[in-house]
């Protein structure tokens, strides 16, 4: 089970910060990632996370966001900076491999 927050309604240019709780213990054993979808739009890979760390980005997130994990807390981050309105969407996360059910997200809205 997955557990998000963070989120909400910010200008262009600010920052946010989602975190995702996951109820399991072999979370460190997990690729984590965030994904989004934007209204009519299909749902995208934001950024991933190994268990050792070894992060990777979505070219239009590149230098504003950064994923982040606390693998003693079972918790993944994602630190928005630099809000563009293009960011706006609903975000989730999941594993890489995307097992588990999908939630409802937590809605990022940026304004311009």
């Known amino acids: 089970q997955l557990v998000q927050s963070g989120g909400g309604l910010v200008q262009s240019g600010g920052s946010l910060r989602l975190s995702c709780a996951v109820s399991k213990d072999i979370f460190r054993i997990y690729t984590m990632a965030w994904f989004r979808q934007a209204p009519g739009k299909q749902r995208e890979l934001v950024a991933t996370?190994?268990?050792?760390?070894?992060?990777v980005y979505a070219d239009s997130v590149k230098g504003r966001f950064t994923i982040s994990r606390d693998n003693v807390k079972n918790t993944a981050y994602l630190q928005m900076n630099s809000l563009k309105p293009e960011d706006t969407a609903v975000y989730y996360c999941?594993?890489?491999?995307?097992?588990?059910?999908w939630g409802q997200g937590t809605q990022v809205t940026v304004s311009s």
């Open positions: 999941n594993t890489q491999n995307k097992l588990f059910v």
């Open positions: 996370i190994t268990s050792d760390g070894y992060t």
